[in-house]
């Protein structure tokens, strides 16, 4: 069954670095999301994509963070200068709009300590 | 902008009891509604979904929804539970020809065994 995969599944980085988080959409799917959990709160959405370019995005995605979809496959979520308060899992969704039965596909997430 | 809220916030049970938690949402419009697992220390999982329909649907491990559309609602329930069912649970919703889900809060379920 196809999944949406991420990589790596750990990520610790200092302070003020860059990161970038990497994903694997499932191929026939148009729709790719980031999604945001520190630990112990709820699921947050960051941002959608389509058609090469930001559909969506809430007020946590500010100017430290981008996306991109560098290749036909690949789908990246960018933090230009990490911050301690950026450490949480991150989730990497895709989905194929079809009428009214839309489900996004979540991948497995990646967990992003900063220290 | 759609919201979910998710009242029960940490669910204790013993094994064996039966489960109810609740969901319920705030939308104008046709939503497609979801209930994800979290075991501690992992993924998301899907455990059941509804689009249109029967409105009460049955998932995985047991579980089942009901949506009632009068009142916004759709609550998870399992008639009893198991130690192993000791997860976080989100009711997520997303409009049609949407993928962006909203995220409930989540319940934390406890079941001692």
């Known amino acids: 069954e196809p999944e949406v995969t991420q990589t790596p599944s750990h990520q610790v980085t200092q302070m003020g670095q860059e990161v970038i988080l990497r994903c694997v959409p499932i191929s026939n799917h148009l729709y790719f999301y980031w999604y945001r959990q520190i630990l112990g709160q709820k699921v947050e959405f960051l941002v959608s994509f389509y058609n090469n370019e930001i559909s969506e995005k809430s007020e946590i995605f500010d100017d430290q963070f981008s996306v991109e979809r560098p290749d036909g496959s690949n789908f990246t979520l960018k933090i230009r200068s990490t911050k301690l308060e950026d450490s949480a899992m991150y989730f990497c969704?895709?989905?194929?709009?079809?009428?009214?039965?839309?489900?996004?596909?979540f991948g497995q997430g990646t967990r992003l300590t900063v220290v | 902008a759609q919201s979910v809220s998710q009242h029960n916030h940490h669910v204790i049970l013993s094994e064996a009891a039966s489960l109810e938690l609740g969901c319920n949402y705030s939308y104008g419009g046709t939503v497609n509604l979801f209930w994800y697992v979290q075991y501690p220390g992992q993924h998301l999982q899907l455990l059941l979904k509804?689009?249109?329909?029967?409105?009460l649907v049955k998932g995985i491990k047991g579980f089942e929804a009901e949506f009632i559309k009068s009142k916004f609602s759709f609550n998870l329930r399992k008639p009893s539970v198991q130690w192993s069912d000791t997860a976080e649970y989100f009711c997520a919703v997303n409009p049609p020809n949407a993928g962006k889900s909203t995220f409930g809060d989540g319940t934390t379920l406890t079941v001692k065994p």
């Open positions: 969704a895709s989905s194929k709009p079809t009428g009214g039965n839309t489900e996004a596909f």
């Open positions: 509804y689009f249109s329909g029967d409105p």
